[in-house]
């Protein structure tokens, strides 16, 4: 079945520096979603990718999706505490209804 | 999302009883799906629907019973639970555009001791 594997499970930074996750399937995908989970909280939906080599920002935050449509990235630049969280990408098979989720990276921040 | 609740918010229950959790939605959302979040192993999906009456395994569903005889209801059933069933269980929904996102609920956390 479809994996997707996400790097680094978790990263600690300082306030002001970058951080990025990697994401990564064994399959083509048709589309990936990022979600981001407050500690404590609910996935939240941040935003989908569909082509190929598609970029995407969203404020500080970039988006990723590969020419083959197999891995995908988000970079955070000058991360702030408010970027804590555990970041999730989400990937779909063509003809699936379901999302298969990375396991997440988990950002902390250092004010 | 205001929109989808699940209760109970938190759970401890006894090793071989039954136990439901329950999600609900208002946005009439035609699929909904069961996940549960564990340290290392992040979001598994249990079992979904695409609609009511129609259901569907997923990735771990050994264990699980769903049901969805309306549209806006999707309870997840632990019909004897276990330890390993220990977890964080969220409750999603999302339109039926296949690249529609997922709506989650704030989640049940439940212990089996």
């Known amino acids: 079945g479809q994996q997707v594997m996400q790097i680094p499970q978790y990263q600690h930074v300082q306030e002001g520096e970058d951080f990025t996750t990697y994401c990564n399937s064994s399959t083509t995908l048709s589309n990936i979603q990022w979600y981001k989970q407050r500690p404590g909280g609910h996935p939240v939906f941040l935003i989908q990718l569909v082509k190929s080599g598609e970029v995407k920002k969203q404020k500080r935050l970039t988006f990723q999706f590969g020419e083959a449509k197999k891995n995908s990235s988000l970079h955070i630049t000058a991360t702030q505490t408010t970027d804590v969280g555990t970041y999730f990408c989400a990937g779909r098979d063509s003809g699936y209804s379901t999302l298969t989720f990375g396991k997440g990276t988990m950002l902390l921040v250092s004010p | 999302d205001a929109g989808i609740t699940q209760s109970p918010r938190y759970k401890i229950t006894e090793t071989g009883r039954q136990v439901t959790l329950m999600c609900h939605q208002t946005?009439?959302?035609?699929?909904m799906f069961w996940y549960r979040q564990d340290l290392g192993h992040g979001l598994r999906l249990i079992y979904y629907?695409?609609?009511?009456?129609?259901?569907d395994k997923g990735e771990v569903p050994d264990g699980y019973v769903v049901s969805r005889s309306k549209t806006e209801n999707f309870p997840l059933t632990l019909e004897s639970a276990t330890r390993s069933q220990t977890s964080v269980y969220f409750c999603?929904?999302?339109?039926?555009?296949?690249?529609?996102?997922?709506?989650f609920g704030n989640g049940t956390r439940l212990t089996v001791t």
């Open positions: 999603a929904s999302r339109t039926t555009g296949e690249g529609s996102p997922l709506h």
């Open positions: 629907s695409a609609a009511a009456d129609i259901t």
């Open positions: 946005w009439s959302h035609s699929y």
